[in-house]
């Protein structure tokens, strides 16, 4: 259920014009959980919970005549390993959310001359999200929330952004020439509110008042960030047929120490159309060649540079049953992450080239490029053994390299009056691979299951799978043992996550002003 309301306006004062733009809008999602019971709670979603139900019992009988809940296995299994009926978690238990969110911007711009102009932007967002989720007791989850669990919650969020910049356009003679310089401010704020409590005192009574003061918790965290640019453009053509620009960016990020916050990245770009320098075949109508070289800097979350301790009082992560002697007195704990505070931007740098053909009236098409980057700096998380008083830490780390080919095809085998039928191919061919990790990490797992996990070694390929194999000869026949069996061993390299080329193949077939489409993606190899 949402409501949405818009304005947009404009309006001229000589050279300045000014428009202003707003929405307000106020949604509502009533929901319930589907495939897993709430985190930490135990139980089931409704799907779950529809898959495990008996064929021979009726699903709609989730009540008996007295308006207690009819169990399966009553006196038979504890209720938290009952079987939990899909209509019991769909009418007694409630999930809903509600969020009422603004956005707006403001700009105005100023024709100082016919080739300089000035332009301001300011752009708001806001928003206020209250959730609301209800166990209703009986229901099948851990003992400790079987008598009932309530939680309330609000996240606000609010961003804001602006951005002056300068724009000035001349032509002289062959050449068109532009400037554009500007500067950049945003500042983002998040806030996140949770009550939540469990063990109703009286049956009925959906409250918090209802819940004795031991068994209520209360979860306050606040987050904040502020990033400033400058930046600018200088770009230049000649006679329409060749193109240069050049691009630079300053920013300065409060997530960053005072030492690093501030991080330059420049970009250069150049193009070349062919077809209209030199006199090519006729069959020929458009050939361009293009290259660009790029930095890209990034930061990270807020905090991450020194130890934070968390308030608590009783319950949420240390003890889910709460503090029951101290209740009400306000403790701290270290937060499970050491920080890195010589912390650095992450960067990548890129370069491609490429080239563009049209031939044969435009019926037939070409497009290739050829790309590579380097990622160094990253800002990772890895894991530290539990004795270190740790589970992870942040560090600067890695050398990733990528390069790949992206080749598109297109044609037109018909076209008449009122028959058009285009054909077009896609095919993109990637490689990664870890050139360098840290001088005392040489494995980052990305993630794992039972059977494997999703690592990347440093001198190997991004995304390989290890997990058990079977061990093999130099000639890659499988070792067996006395007893003739297989011989495993573990922590292999079995496969990739990664596809070795992905392409796509559509077609769309046009008569007049109808038209048929169709389109066949592929993802070759990778697990």
């Known amino acids: 259920d949402k409501t949405t309301g818009r304005f947009n306006g404009e309006q001229k004062y000589g050279k300045l014009t000014v428009s202003a733009n707003m929405t307000y809008s106020i949604s509502k999602t009533d929901k319930t959980l589907t495939s897993g019971g709430l985190w930490g709670s135990g139980g089931t979603g ?103 669990r309530l939680s309330k919650s609000d996240y606000r969020y609010e961003y804001w952004s602006s951005n002056v910049m300068t724009n000035l356009h001349k032509t002289f003679g062959d050449f068109d020439l532009g400037l554009m310089l500007g500067t950049t401010a945003e500042s983002t704020e998040r806030l996140n509110q949770t009550h939540w409590g469990y063990n109703f005192t ?54 960053l120490p005072s030492w690093n916050r501030s991080y330059f990245y420049p970009s250069v770009s150049a193009s070349v159309i062919l ?52 209740p009400g007195i306000i403790k701290t704990y270290l ?20 080239t563009e053909l049209r031939m044969f009236n435009n019926r037939l098409s070409l497009d290739f490029t050829y790309y590579k980057s380097d990622t160094k700096d990253q800002i990772l998380s890895v894991n530290m053994p539990g004795s270190s008083g740790y589970t992870s830490k942040s560090i600067n780390a890695g050398k990733i390299s ?12 018909i076209r008449t009056k009122d028959w058009t039928w285009d054909v077009n191919l896609n095919w993109g061919l990637n490689r990664t691979k870890c050139v360098e990790l840290d001088k005392d990490i040489k494995r980052f797992t990305l993630g794992s299951i039972r059977t494997g996990s999703v690592v990347v070694n440093e001198g190997e390929m991004f995304g390989d799978i290890v997990g058990k194999a079977y061990k093999r000869d130099a000639n890659g026949n499988k070792i067996v043992d006395a007893n003739g069996l297989p011989i495993s061993e573990s922590d292999k390299v079995i496969g990739n996550m990664l596809p070795k080329w992905t392409g796509s193949v559509g077609t769309t077939l046009r008569w007049k002003d109808l038209s048929l489409s169709a389109l066949v993606d592929i993802r070759y190899d990778g697990d």
Request: with cysteine; glycine share 10%.
């Open 46 to 148: 409704t799907m779950t919970a529809l898959y495990g139900w008996p064929l021979q019992e009726d699903m709609s009988h989730y009540l008996n005549d007295d308006g207690t809940k009819y169990r399966l296995f009553d006196g038979v299994w504890e209720l938290a390993d009952d079987k939990e009926n899909p209509y019991w978690i769909i009418n007694k238990d409630k999930m809903y959310d509600k969020t009422h969110r603004f956005t707006g911007a403001l700009s105005g711009n100023f024709k100082i001359t016919d080739w300089w102009d000035v332009t301001a932007r300011f752009g708001y967002d806001n928003y206020t999200t209250d959730a609301y989720t209800y166990i209703a007791p009986g229901s099948v989850v851990k003992e400790l929330y079987q008598n009932g």
């Open 202 to 255: 009286t049956p009925g009574t959906i409250s918090f008042t209802n819940i004795a003061a031991g068994d209520q918790f209360f979860n306050d965290g606040t987050t904040k960030k502020r990033l400033v640019g400058v930046y600018g453009e200088a770009r230049a053509s000649y006679k329409n047929l060749a193109y240069l620009t050049f691009t630079g960016r300053n920013d300065w990020s409060s997530t």
């Open 275 to 326: 077809s209209e320098m030199f006199k090519l075949p006729e069959c020929i109508d458009y050939l361009k060649v293009r290259g660009s070289w790029a930095m890209v800097g990034n930061d990270t979350d807020p905090y991450k540079l020194a130890t934070m301790y968390h308030f608590w009082t009783s319950g949420d992560k240390l003890d889910a049953e709460g503090d029951k002697v101290n």
């Open 335 to 354: 937060d499970k992450t050491l920080p890195l505070a010589d912390l650095k931007p992450e960067s990548t740098t890129s370069a491609e080239v490429g």
């Open 402 to 413: 990528s390069h790949g080919f992206e080749l598109m095809i297109g044609g037109t085998p």
